[in-house]
């Protein structure tokens, strides 16, 4: 089994800065892990993708982000980071970590159970 989870959450003003991280551990060798992300749920919202990377280093971001989020990745250490600057009331949510792992062909994802953060004065 693979455990997928998150951590450096919290309570921020507008204007600063957070940095998630996220872990990928357990039976995580049996995978092939191909597409680390991050995704953001705010109450009463969709869930949506906030940003990702795969194996080659080649990212994506939501249109929201406007250069103020970095994702990087440590393959090595099988995790992901995001780099989250000039936050905005607007960025609360619970920010969900993914991985999109393939073994024999198939596809599996591996969901965190979130981490919260909240941009308040």
């Known amino acids: 089994q693979v455990q997928v989870v998150e951590s450096g959450g919290g309570l921020v003003q507008p204007g600063g800065s957070l940095r998630l991280s996220c872990a990928a551990s357990?039976?995580?060798?049996?995978?092939?892990?191909?597409?680390m992300a991050w995704y953001r749920q705010a109450p009463g919202n969709e869930r949506e993708l906030v940003a990702s990377?795969?194996?080659?280093?080649?990212?994506n971001y939501g249109d929201f982000v406007k250069g103020r989020f970095t994702i990087s990745r440590d393959s090595a250490q099988n995790m992901v980071y995001l780099q989250m600057n000039n936050l905005k009331p607007e960025d609360t949510a619970v920010y969900y970590c993914?991985?999109?792992?393939?073994?024999?062909?198939?596809?599996?994802?591996?969901w965190g159970q979130g981490t919260q953060v909240t941009i308040s004065s």
């Open positions: 357990g039976r995580i060798f049996t995978v092939t892990i191909d597409v």
């Open positions: 993914n991985v999109k792992a393939r073994r024999a062909g198939l596809w599996f994802d591996y």
């Open positions: 990377v795969n194996t080659g280093g080649s990212t």
